[in-house]
């Protein structure tokens, strides 16, 4: 039987997209955060992204985005999870956050649900270790934006049982996604690559090496990636990227994963990329 009402915790950049994604594949959706504001904008922002949808796919059926947005639950009350049978938990890349969350989720949710994380960086064992369910903990890394990106980075913890890998592939099945399985390690694979890069590439700029954009023209024109490391950054949040590079300096130790302090002086600015209008690049 399919997978039918699931929970998704957090109404960022990526819990906005991955509810989205769930309603427009017919599933209803539970989506929680701390204050009415946020959820409010996440109503804003989904319909806005559905319109747009709308707009690029010519040829595919318009959808009505109030049709969508009426299969999902907006609350600040995490007692509503209780009837939900899978939950992907897309909270800020904070151990303290996450923590606390869940903790709170697995005394309201059924001990049979499947918890999804939905980490840069936290390694999925960790995540599992404060709950009582360890076998039902995955990860589950989507890359943004969610509805047009089809493959998702799935991380197997430690106790992560084999079927509860079964669970969250039919999941994303039924999100229209598929998935590359690997191991638990802070970062996982593209994170652990990803980071580095961008932080490097903000060194670069710190270092006035070259400019934002010819740091990004570099990777596109040379090496054919879609989009350069700066605005890829701009584009996750750098106050993610921030969070993320400290997630793997505190795990491994390793002086490589350093944040550059213009990084951090741009955190302190409040300048955190597309979500706040303005990063490397200014967005109108
Ligand atoms: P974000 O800052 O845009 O959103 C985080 C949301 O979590 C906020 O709306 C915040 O209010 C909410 N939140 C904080 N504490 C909460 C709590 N106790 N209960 C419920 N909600 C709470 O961040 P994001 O970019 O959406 O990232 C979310 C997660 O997804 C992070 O772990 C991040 O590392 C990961 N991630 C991000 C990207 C990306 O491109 N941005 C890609 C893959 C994974």
């Known amino acids: 039987m399919n997978i039918q009402t699931v929970g998704v915790v957090g109404a960022g950049v990526m819990g906005i997209g991955v509810a989205q994604n769930l309603a427009q594949t017919g599933h209803q959706v539970i989506l929680v955060d701390i204050s009415d504001k946020i959820l409010e904008q996440a109503k804003q922002e989904i319909s806005k992204n559905i319109r747009f949808q709308g707009f690029f796919n010519k040829s595919e059926k318009t959808e009505n985005p109030k049709e969508v947005l009426q299969r999902i639950k907006f609350t600040t009350n995490y007692q509503f999870l209780e009837s939900a049978e899978f939950v992907i938990e897309n909270t800020t890349e904070k ?8 903790s709170q989720l697995d005394t309201i949710c059924p001990k049979e649900s499947v918890f999804a994380a939905n980490t840069s960086a936290i390694p999925i064992t960790r995540i599992a270790s404060v709950t009582q369910r360890a076998p039902k903990v995955i990860g589950m890394h989507f890359m ?7 493959m998702v980075e799935t991380i197997r913890g430690y106790h992560t049982s084999e079927e509860t890998i079964e669970t969250a592939k039919k999941m994303l099945a039924q999100m229209g996604k598929e998935c590359i399985l690997v191991n638990d390690s802070p970062g996982f694979v593209s994170n652990r690559v990803l980071m580095l890069t961008i932080n490097e590439a903000i060194f ?6 070259a400019s934002a954009s010819d740091v990004d023209r570099i990777f596109k024109t040379c090496f054919g990636h879609k989009m350069g490391p700066l605005e890829t950054a701009d584009l996750i949040g750098l106050d993610t990227i921030l969070f993320s590079i400290e997630v793997l300096y505190e795990s491994f130790n390793d002086s490589k994963y350093r944040p550059c302090p213009l990084l951090k002086k741009m955190v302190d600015a409040g300048l955190y990329g597309r979500k706040s209008g303005q990063g490397f690049y200014a967005y109108t």
Do not use: R
């Not at 303290?96 to 869940?102: L, T």
């Not at 670069?204 to 090496?209: G, T």
């Open 95 to 102: 151990w303290n956050i996450k923590n606390q969350v869940y």
């Open 144 to 150: 943004n934006p969610v509805p047009m990106k089809s």
């Open 204 to 209: 670069l700029l710190q270092d006035q090496v």
